[in-house]
């Protein structure tokens, strides 16, 4: 059995500014005030041109200032030279500044004393505007005493004590005995800061040949000038840093920083430690997953052949299950887990657990895994476009690319490379988003394109990738005669290919294509759990396959319009089944789901009703509402769970579809008779009859209306008659007036023989029991669901707005208007059984009793409005010239294989078979030094040949400025403040 | 990767193979029996699925097993697809010691009869059964495959609690041989007990779906395919006999190919 979750029909593009709040790493706000702040939103956030000053070392760059309380953040017009955010509660003044007529600028000073000069380019009011938000959110900031908290956050962040005592911290650090100071260090600081399991196990990776040292400094120097840890300032040099491979020791913390998990680790101090107190001890699914994977995670590394490595891993994962027991745990997680927390304390590796999961990663954990499966296709999808020949060979031979390429994205390449490698990789995939992943795959690719070529299937291409990735650290030019051509590696030779010539693949692009193949994505994993469910029921009854999945159709689209409630975990154990089988998961259905999924079945159970308003004609669908319905809920509720699953469905279905004539009646009567005696009681009698009457109500003439009061008529004669003593021998009807005895309305009254004659005696109810019941459940496929609107751009947004229900709504109220004015507006009730069209009045068998209707029984409403024409109302009539085109159903796909074939650029080169290696630029450089020799001393002179490497990668950064814009700029940075 | 040029010589076989079961059954336990992969003491977790191969000599054939070890993980069965299509073979695991991984095996047969390749082979693998035996019985019954390579607990599941063995060892059963026999029967399946820890049975799987697979047919369908990447080294054909061979070969890894 398995459980059914529409969840990923609920999916919904972001917003444009979610969009924002993403790209600046914004936490999603939740942990508490979301509704607080959904609503009242906007009011104090706003964006305004820019020109950002600092110092003299850095250009000037032009782009936006956001003000999105608590944070302020600024990004270059180009998206990515330039950029920061930081919490308000770090900036300790803001002054205006004294500048040339015309311009209007700022200095904010921030807590350790930076002072950033951003110029407000826009109109003077709205600069006015920015400033009073600015300042009122600075107050609030200072209110809610966030100020404070700075101080004591950063002395968690190690960029602080690289700073503050540099001669500790980074001289002592050689390039090769990083722990000996380490452990000076440590002493003397008495380690406030947050760390991970390398500071005691070491990290992996020889710190001589990763030029621990030459990092260290270089990176200190840069987070003097440009901030560091929540005020860090990201200009292009940082993005070169981080592109050669960030230091072991202030990995960790410039991981949160890039990610941003350090503002969730800020602004929820404690949490984690909270959140596992809180649920100490608490097992379940995931916290038994989780302990079976401990020690298959990164068990290499020392850290993890020791209890104390093992049970930090233990607490990350479980906390981050206790804090999302949706997703819970996924086994990739747990290596994800394992490598972060050799560089973070836990809970900084809970903080970007969350934000792997929930934001870099989306899906890729999720019960259903849609996210990986998501970009898989993604993936697949641009490596036919920028790789043809590869994908067609892998076409050819039937290789699937998903084999090699899911374990990259779904660890992090971690799980695939040597541990130094991939977390150079993390590196940039920290500071520069999910595209990397992508990047890098392909460049993997390209580089073995010539060897693929070869391969013939799957173990083929999965040994050729095993044997790349073990070569990683080895000279991608052995042969070369130029010693620094020769010191290039495979590694490097890769990311210079993902971040050149795959520059193209943009965040854009891969968001563009995700929304491409999500609906493809969605009904291929439906369709997968549908085939499952079906072919994990019990028992199809007399259904076929087919039968079955359209029944399983059903009860989906009435989940995706009424889902059950949440909670369907906890079924109330009391009859456990089996001997002792744990109770797997699966999904149940309430009562208000039961009715819309019967309402796509059974005839009777909804409401149709045909319009027509000479414009158009159409069926409008409403679930009825019936105590006949909830019975046939509670009937169907064999293990009275109060609630259904798929297979309580096909047995109940099955239970009724199949039926002849005897069966029919005697479903019919065992449905009515609700403590299962045999009898029926007279209240159940009148019951009965309702249900007929609830069926037949949109028949078209008397006869069903007759039926039932001959019925009841009938019934009540019979049932006097035979009461016990049961003097039930052959005379029927012993016409006398022998008071019936006096029975209770609640006593047994009518068992099955008398019922099925009573029935029997009546053609209409006959022919209704022998066919029309069965019938009046159909098994047709249903219209393929839409999907969510992926509301992408202008179109898309125009679109949503106009398909909306609501607009069909007022389209069809409208028309309904013209229609009525017009006099052609008519209303039919769809029969639910429309055996007789025509208005006769098939006869009665000859009675055995006397046929009088007894009006009087009519307990029941007869309202059976069967066909009720309106009268044209003479409402004003409405100018039509207005051309409401009626809303289609087919939304726009979402077009953008214009937009992305026009980059071709790597067509070209896709031949990999022949990739012509760019030249690096390291190869250019003067050849003063073998490299090889191991002869470095961390001189100044070498620790900018760290920089080398990454130069190759080097794109234009473009300020947005003309040369007049830099020289204000420049003015404005020894500008006077204003008072 | 030793002997890197995958077989192609004259008689070699390829199987693909898959193994599919609930989490912690055991399964890659029974895969590292089978391959005695002793360069790698810590299993790498299984993501998606692991792949390795072992070579077997049956009769005067070389087959080689490409196997899949697929992850356990409920989620990852959307998955299961990408790796049991055009499997010849697949060995599905359940725990002897929980009922509820026998239920889940018979749904992944139920599975891949009617999404896999029409003729493929399964066998059923009931596993851990060394914890419902005295240790006397396991000694005899088993045939340790590779005694010098690793130690036993380097392949168990971690969870597996092979201390248990002694009290009442059979009350920690739960499914009966007869019924998993049964099912086995009117499924067609292959059925065997094994003990990934103490090698019994794990052998006999391969030799048996080696036995049944129709490697003719399999020749015949990838005849094309032959004689591409032909470094195959040439392998010493010993003129050795039957079921008895592949069993030996398996046993000394010879021909192992730990890649």
Redesign the interface.
């Known amino acids: 059995m398995s459980t059914i979750s529409t969840a990923l029909r609920h999916f919904k593009e972001p917003t444009k500014e979610q969009l924002t709040q993403i790209f600046f790493s914004l936490p999603a706000l939740e942990y508490g005030d979301d509704a607080e702040k959904s609503g009242g939103q906007d009011v104090s956030k706003m964006d305004i041109n820019a020109v950002l000053s600092l110092g003299e070392a850095e250009d000037s760059y032009a782009g936006k200032l956001h003000i999105m309380p608590p944070y302020l953040a600024f990004s270059s017009l180009d998206k990515k030279s330039v950029r920061f955010t930081i919490p308000l509660s770090t900036i300790r003044r803001v002054e205006r500044l004294n500048a040339r007529a015309g311009v209007y600028a700022l200095s904010l000073l921030t807590w350790h004393g930076m002072k950033i000069i951003v110029q407000l380019t826009s109109l003077r009011p709205t600069a006015d505007l920015f400033c009073s938000l600015l300042r009122d959110a600075l107050k609030v900031e200072l209110q809610r005493g966030q100020m404070k908290l700075v101080k004591n956050f950063v002395k968690t962040c190690y960029s602080e004590v690289l700073i503050s005592d540099p001669s500790n911290a980074a001289e002592n650090e050689r390039e090769d005995g990083s722990l000996i100071s380490e452990g000076k260090a440590g002493a003397s600081q008495g380690i406030s800061y947050h760390g991970g399991l390398g500071l005691r196990f070491k990290f992996p990776g020889d710190p001589k040949k990763l030029r621990e040292a030459s990092k260290i400094k270089l990176w200190t120097t840069y987070l003097k000038s440009h901030g560091r840890n929540l005020t860090l300032l990201r200009y292009p040099q940082c993005t070169r840093l981080v592109q050669v491979g960030l230091p072991n020791r202030l990995r960790g913390e410039m991981w949160e920083t890039l990610s941003g998990s350090i503002y969730l680790r800020f602004s929820n101090p404690g949490y984690y430690e909270r959140l596992l107190e809180e649920n100490k001890g608490k097992t379940n699914i995931s916290t038994d ?1 989780i ?7 990164l ?2 590394y020392a850290g993890y052949q020791s209890e104390e490595g093992i049970s930090s891993l233990r607490r990350v994962l479980r906390a981050y299950s206790y804090m999302n027991p949706e997703l819970g745990y ?3 997680m ?2 994800l887990a394992a490598a972060i927390l050799i560089y973070m304390s836990e809970e900084q590796a809970f903080w970007l657990l969350e934000v792997l999961c929930g934001r870099l990663l989306p899906g890729y ?5 849609h996210g990986t ?1 998501l970009d898989q296709r993604v993936f697949e999808s641009l490596v036919q476009r920028y790789l043809p020949i590869i994908h067609d060979h892998f076409q050819v031979v ?1 290789v ?1 690319l ?2 090699a390429s ?2 990259w994205f ?2 992090l390449y971690i ?1 695939s490379m040597p541990m130094v490698f991939a977390f150079r990789i993390v590196d940039c995939f920290l500071c520069m988003g999910p595209k990397v992943l992508f990047q890098v795959g392909l460049a993997i690719l390209k580089i073995n394109g010539e060897q693929l070529l ?1 391969i ?5 291409f ?2 050729l990738m ?2 790349y990735f073990a070569s990683l650290g080895d000279s991608a030019h052995p042969q070369s005669s130029d010693p620094r051509a020769r010191a290039i590696t495979v590694f490097q030779e890769l990311l210079l290919v993902s971040f050149r010539e795959f520059s193209v693949i943009t965040e854009e692009i891969i968001l563009s294509e995700r929304r491409r193949f999500r609906g493809e994505i969605i009904h291929s ?1 439906e369709s ?2 549908k ?2 469910a079906v ?2 029921l019990r028992t199809l009854g007399r259904f076929h396959k087919e039968q079955a999945g359209l029944i399983y159709d059903a009860l989906y689209k009435a989940m995706c319009i009424v889902p059950p409630p949440p909670t369907a975990a906890p079924v109330p154990t009391l009859f456990t089944t089996g ?4 109770e ?1 998961p699966e999904t149940r259905i309430g009562l208000r789901t039961f009715r819309q999924f019967l309402s796509e079945i059974a005839t009777w159970a909804r409401d149709e009703k045909i319009v027509m308003n000479g414009f158009q004609q159409r069926i409008e669908r409403v679930v009825a509402e019936h105590e006949f319905i909830d019975r046939l809920f509670y009937f169907w509720d064999t293990g009275c769970h109060g609630a259904l699953s798929f297979q309580d469905l096909i047995s109940g279905l099955d239970g009724v579809m199949f039926n002849d004539l005897m069966e029919n009646i005697e479903w019919f009567f065992n449905l009515h008779d609700k403590n299962k005696d045999g009898y029926l009681t007279k209240d159940e009698v009148l019951t009965l009859s309702e249900s007929f009457l609830f069926i037949f109500r949109y028949e078209v003439g008397d006869a069903y209306l007759g039926a039932v009061s001959r019925f009841m008529t009938n019934a009540f004669e019979y049932g006097d008659a035979l009461l016990p003593p049961p003097a039930s021998d052959s005379g029927l009807t012993d016409n006398e007036p022998s008071s019936p005895p006096p029975i209770a309305s609640n006593q047994p009254y009518l068992n099955l023989p008398t019922f099925r004659m009573v029935v029997l005696a009546d053609e209409v109810l006959e022919s209704f029991f022998e066919t029309d019941l069965s019938e009046s459940f159909k098994l047709h496929p249903l219209p393929e669901m839409e999907l969510p609107v992926s509301n992408s751009g202008i179109l898309g947004d125009l679109w949503s707005s106009i398909a909306t229900d609501q607009n069909k709504k007022m389209f069809n109220m409208f028309t309904d208007e013209i229609g009525k004015t017009i006099g052609k507006h008519q209303v039919v009730n769809k029969p639910s059984i429309g055996r007789y069209t025509k208005l006769e009045e098939p006869k009665a068998r000859e009675s055995l009793l006397t046929p009088t209707l007894r009006k009087s029984l009519s307990k029941a409403s007869l309202t059976t409005s069967s066909s009720s024409t309106l009268a044209p109302s003479s409402l004003p009539s409405l100018s039509v010239n207005t051309t409401l085109e009626p809303s289609t159903k087919s939304l726009p796909n979402v077009p953008d294989s214009g937009s992305l074939s026009a980059i071709p650029m790597l067509q070209a080169v896709n031949a990999a078979a022949l990739m012509e290696r760019t030249p690096f630029a390291i190869d250019d450089a003067k050849d003063d030094e073998d490299e090889d020799d191991d002869g470095f001393l961390g001189d100044n002179d070498h620790d900018d040949e760290v920089m080398d490497e990454v130069d190759a990668f080097l794109e234009a950064h473009d300020s947005g400025l003309t040369d007049a814009d830099k020289a204000v700029a420049n003015d404005l940075l020894h500008a006077e403040p204003l008072k | 990767m030793a002997d890197g040029a995958s077989g192609s010589a004259d008689k070699s076989v390829q199987v693909k193979l898959v193994l599919l079961g609930e989490a912690a059954v055991g399964k890659s336990s029974v895969v590292l029996r089978f391959v005695s992969n002793e360069f790698q003491p810590n299993k790498e977790p299984t993501i998606g699925a692991a792949f390795l191969t072992q070579k077997c000599r049956l009769e005067d054939r070389i087959l080689r097993y490409e196997i899949w070890d697929t992850a356990g993980q409920e989620r990852f069965h959307s998955l299961a697809p990408m790796y049991y299509r055009n499997a010849q073979a697949a060995v599905v695991v359940y725990d002897v010691t929980k009922a509820s991984s026998l239920e889940k095996a018979k749904s992944w047969v139920k599975e891949l009869q009617r999404q896999a390749n029409p003729n493929i082979v399964i066998a059923l693998a009931g596993n851990k059964v060394d914890l419902v035996q005295s240790s006397a019985s396991s000694l005899s019954a088993a045939s340790p495959p590779d005694s010098e390579d690793e130690a036993d607990d380097a392949t168990a599941t971690p969870g597996e609690t092979p201390g248990a063995t002694g009290g009442e060892p059979e009350s920690l059963r739960q499914v009966p041989r007869e019924e998993a026999q049964a099912y086995a029967t009117e499924a067609g399946l292959l059925f065997f007990e094994t003990s990934a820890k103490t090698g019994e049975g794990i052998v006999d799987i391969f030799t048996e779906i080696a036995k049944k697979i129709p490697i003719e047919h399999i020749l015949a369908a990838t005849r094309g395919n032959t004689g591409r990447s032909g470094g195959g080294a040439s392998r010493a054909e010993g003129t050795r006999q039957s079921g008895v061979n592949l069993e030996e070969d398996a046993v000394k890894g010879k021909d192992a190919c730990n890649c």
Do not use: T, W
Not at chain 1, 365 to 369: D, E, G, N, T, V
């Open positions: 997953d302990e079976k994977d401990l020690h298959r995670s068990p290499e996924c086994q990739a747990n290596i954990y999720a019960p259903s895994m499966l039937d699937q998903s084999v899911l374990p779904l660890s799980n070869q013939q299937d799957d173990g083929g999965l040994n095993r044997d994993i997968f759990a085939r499952g072919r994990n001997e002792g089988h744990e797997k």
